[in-house]
Antibody, heavy 127, light 107 residues
Framework: QLQLQESGPGLVKPSETLSLTCTVS??????????WGWIRQPPGKGLEWIGS???????YYNPSLKSRVTISVDTSKNQFSLKLSSVTAADTAVYYCARHQIIVVVPAAMSGTFDPWGQGTLVTVSS | EIVLTQSPGTLSLSPGERATLSCRAS???????LAWYQQKPGQAPRLLIY???SRATGIPDRFSGSGSGTDFTLTISRLEPEDFAVYYCQQYGSSNTFGQGTKLEIK
């Protein structure tokens, strides 16, 4: 059974870089059928897709966050990671990683459903 | 960007009743690329429906999805106690966007 687990600091100072890692177990991150994505959820609010990565390193990002986001992959460790720079209080959220089923891939965008998800990790931006 | 609007914001029903949740898109969702997720407090979302009407693996048949174009519906035919949760729709025909959620609470 595929499982995903987020890890990283729960507290980040404003203007610094948020860094999280997602470890995939029970399956290979090098599957040709999937991307691997990050989604966040501010406290009491809805879901926002951040971006996704293929095992080859190909990435797609939410245009609203693109200038601050970097997602990378380490196939040897079956992990992928998120970096979000210049964070503010508005970036406080539960961050989820998930397997991202490939449905549509075009030069400018990639989309699909998310299943399964990690349990999520709360990241608070505060001094 | 396709904006998804879910209604109602909160739905109060009793176990055994039928629930109807709506998701409306700001423009047509290509190929009915619309999914529904269930989220319980303190848990990650779980995929229920994809392709507007196909149930994900292990999802009970009391959950059904319908719709096309800009109007989509999630129906729970007979509510069980474990169905009270927040439900989100997601379109994946043009990038990936989510609705703001509908909270299904016990009346």
């Amino acid at each position: 059974q595929l499982q995903l687990q987020e890890s990283g600091p729960g507290l980040v100072k404003p203007s610094e870089t948020l860094s999280l890692t997602c470890t995939v177990s029970g399956g290979s991150i090098s599957s040709s059928s999937y991307y691997w994505g990050w989604i966040r959820q501010p406290p009491g609010k809805g879901l926002e897709w951040i971006g996704s990565i293929y095992y080859s390193g190909s990435t797609y990002y939410n245009p609203s966050l693109k200038s601050r986001v970097t997602i990378s992959v380490d196939t040897s460790k079956n992990q992928f990671s998120l970096k979000l720079s210049s964070v503010t209080a508005a970036d406080t959220a539960v961050y989820y990683c998930a397997r991202h089923q490939i449905i549509v891939v075009v030069p400018a965008a990639m989309s699909g459903t998310f299943d399964p998800w990690g349990q999520g990790t709360l990241v608070t931006v505060s001094s | 960007e396709i904006v998804l609007t879910q209604s109602p914001g909160t739905l109060s029903l009793s176990p055994g009743e039928r629930a109807t949740l709506s998701c409306r898109a700001s423009q047509s969702v290509s190929s009915s690329y619309l999914a529904w997720y269930q989220q319980k407090p303190g848990q990650a979302p779980r995929l229920l429906i994809y392709g507007a009407s196909s149930r994900a693996t292990g999802i009970p048949d009391r959950f059904s999805g319908s719709g096309s174009g800009t109007d989509f519906t999630l129906t729970i035919s007979r509510l069980e106690p474990e169905d009270f949760a927040v439900y989100y729709c997601q379109q994946y025909g043009s990038s990936n966007t989510f609705g703001q959620g509908t909270k299904l609470e016990i009346k």
